[in-house]
């Protein structure tokens, strides 16, 4: 009963979690280990997670913690500004006209461009970013998962942006 | 669509979640629950206190004091940037172990350990606490391979969990992570040199703490681990595939502190609830408002969460006056290729286009880079260029 209750949650939202620790873990084997331990963790806490209306929500809060446990005053030295180059990224964004949205897929070179931003990003910016455009989640539901007020989650959020875009402008001077 | 819109568009299918997660790590997942729930109630059937001692044994191939060790625990901090906790290791409050042993194919050596009274003189600026512990812990392979470089695409792909555990407290439960730790790491030689810290264990010396080192998972893993429910004991897995041992912590008996050591699990073990009103965290600090200015508190929020952020930017920028300057982080930059400057120092790593931060003619200020802030305090980066035209960057803590 418990194995199908897991299995369901991993086959709901596993995709979702992998994606989220995916951005957040140095590397696959961190990614695989947090990703693992977020649905383990759950588990234990099935009381929570029954009652709780939003389970992905839930299970990203645990990913989020798990996280900041593992890292906490060592996180510092992991902020890292991002040094690659971002040149034509900054004169995509100067013109972003020039590109139809639907004609906009992002070519592999200034996704990893963005990506390098993001990642920059410290972990109050950062973790709100992912939770937004990588897992999908409402403003509401990330400020449930992180316990901060919707003003919060809207302020990070456009802080985030705004940072990333400055970066990306900035190195292609 | 405006400029925003285009902008959000494109963050959202950049920052799309591109990997998914194999079935095997599914299968390995659901696995690792059976095994867990299981191994949890089968454990105290299937082991005594003697049967633990044999499995110690037998678990723990080789005990020997290290022959040559390469660096002390106070070399090890020094390396990683903690001059200060390099100190510390060098108190007489420290304890030097030098203790190494073997099993899954690595050597463990676990250096040193420090808390308490030998943290309590460099309290301050420095960010360490003597209400936290630290330990040094360096891993080598058995045959004489390296260990991969951090620079390497091998490095974390046989991931170790190292950290205390205190007799009659589940590991899963008490352990680095619960225990608000975090850890170092850098190669030498081919050596993993590792420093770990988490809150105090120094309340918990009667009980008996360990230090447990495994391989195959930055978490803990009860298929590496046995505890018996009963008496409390925890011993390595003799079936574990990887590395699997304990260290016997050896602390002062009488700095144990059993009513503060109560305290604290009680909150540790508290289960947070799922309406809790927001508080702040290791990475939520409260957001700045009110007055803040000139106060040595960040400021009450106001609600407003754009004029909170302003106003705490505010509130750094006032303390700048009274931080204090990590004296070694002062240091001329370099510079890149595309004339950048390059400011390295303890894991900020920053570039920054050199006109936009010092238009022409402006020397001498040291404009302020950035704000970062954890459980320790706040700290500001700042670079200066002067008459000369020489940049220097620098760090000061804000507390």
């Not at chain 1, 947090?34 to 997670?49: P, V």
């Not at chain 2, 290290?66 to 100190?87: I, M, N, P, Y």
């Not at chain 2, 803040?292 to 106001?302: R, W």
Request: aromatic share 8%.
């Amino acid at each position: 009963m418990e194995i199908e209750e897991l299995s369901d949650l991993v086959k709901k939202h596993g995709k979702s979690i992998y994606g989220f620790c995916r951005k957040l873990a140095a590397n696959q084997a961190d990614t695989d280990d947090l990703y693992q331990e977020t649905f383990l963790t759950a588990m234990e806490k099935r009381d929570q997670l029954d009652a709780n209306r939003n389970p992905k929500g839930f299970l990203l809060s645990i990913a989020v913690r798990l996280r900041r446990n593992h890292r906490r005053k060592f996180a510092w030295r992991q902020r890292i500004a991002p040094t690659a180059d971002l040149g034509d990224a900054a004169d995509r964004l100067r013109h972003p006209g020039e590109e139809t949205p639907e004609e906009a897929v992002l070519s592999r070179e200034l996704r990893g461009k963005i990506q390098a931003a993001a990642d920059g990003l410290n972990d109050k910016l950062k973790i709100p970013l992912y939770l937004y455009y990588t897992a999908d989640l409402s403003v509401e539901e990330i400020a449930s998962a992180l316990r901060i007020p919707v003003g919060t989650v809207k302020s990070r959020l456009h802080q985030a942006r705004k940072t990333m875009k400055e970066r990306l402008e900035a190195e292609s001077l | 669509m405006n400029e925003s819109d285009k902008w959000d568009r494109m963050l959202r299918q950049a920052l799309a979640a591109d990997e998914e997660p194999g079935e095997r790590l599914n299968e390995s997942l659901i696995q690792r629950y059976k095994e867990r729930t299981g191994m949890k109630r089968g454990i105290r059937k299937k082991w005594s206190a003697g049967a633990l001692a044999a499995v110690l044994a037998l678990a723990v191939s080789v005990t020997a004091y290290a022959a040559t060790q390469v660096f002390s625990s106070k070399e090890v901090a020094e390396r990683l940037g903690e001059k200060a906790l390099a100190g510390a290791f060098d108190s007489a409050d420290a304890i030097e172990i030098g203790r190494t042993e073997t099993s899954g194919g690595y050597e463990v050596t676990l250096h040193g350990i420090v808390s308490g009274a030998g943290l309590r003189e460099i309290d301050g600026p420095s960010g360490i606490s003597p209400d936290r512990t630290y330990a040094v812990v360096s891993i080598a392979r058995q045959d004489g391979s390296p260990m991969p470089d951090t620079s390497d695409s091998e490095y974390g792909q046989d991931p170790f969990f190292v950290s205390p555990l205190v007799k009659g407290l589940k590991p899963w439960q008490v352990n680095i992570f619960t225990m608000n730790g975090g850890h170092a790491e850098f190669v030498e030689n081919g050596v993993a040199y590792r420093l770990i810290e988490c809150d105090g264990v120094e309340m918990f010396a009667d009980r008996g703490v360990y230090l447990a080192v495994s391989s195959g998972s930055s978490f803990f893993r009860k298929e590496a681990f046995a505890y018996d429910e009963r008496t409390g004991e925890i011993a390595p897995n003799r079936d574990y595939p990887g590395a699997a041992l304990l260290f016997d912590l050896p602390l002062d008996q009488a700095k144990a502190d059993p009513a503060k050591a109560e305290t604290y699990l009680r909150e540790l073990l508290k289960e947070p609830s799922s309406d809790a009103a927001p508080k702040a965290t290791g990475e939520e600090k409260p957001v700045a408002a009110g007055d803040g200015a000139g106060s040595d508190q960040p400021p009450d929020s106001t609600g407003d969460a754009e004029a909170d952020l302003a106003k705490q930017i505010e509130w750094l920028h006032s303390r700048i006056p009274e931080g204090t300057v990590i004296e070694e982080s002062v240091q001329e930059v370099g510079y890149d290729d595309k004339g950048n400057a390059l400011y390295d120092y303890d894991g900020w790593q920053v570039a920054i286009p050199l006109e936009e931060s010092f238009p022409e003619g402006l020397t001498g200020d040291w404009q302020v880079a950035g704000f970062s802030g954890d459980d320790a305090g706040y700290k500001v980066l700042q670079f200066s260029r002067d008459e000369q035209g020489v940049v220097k960057g620098r760090i000061l803590l804000l507390n």
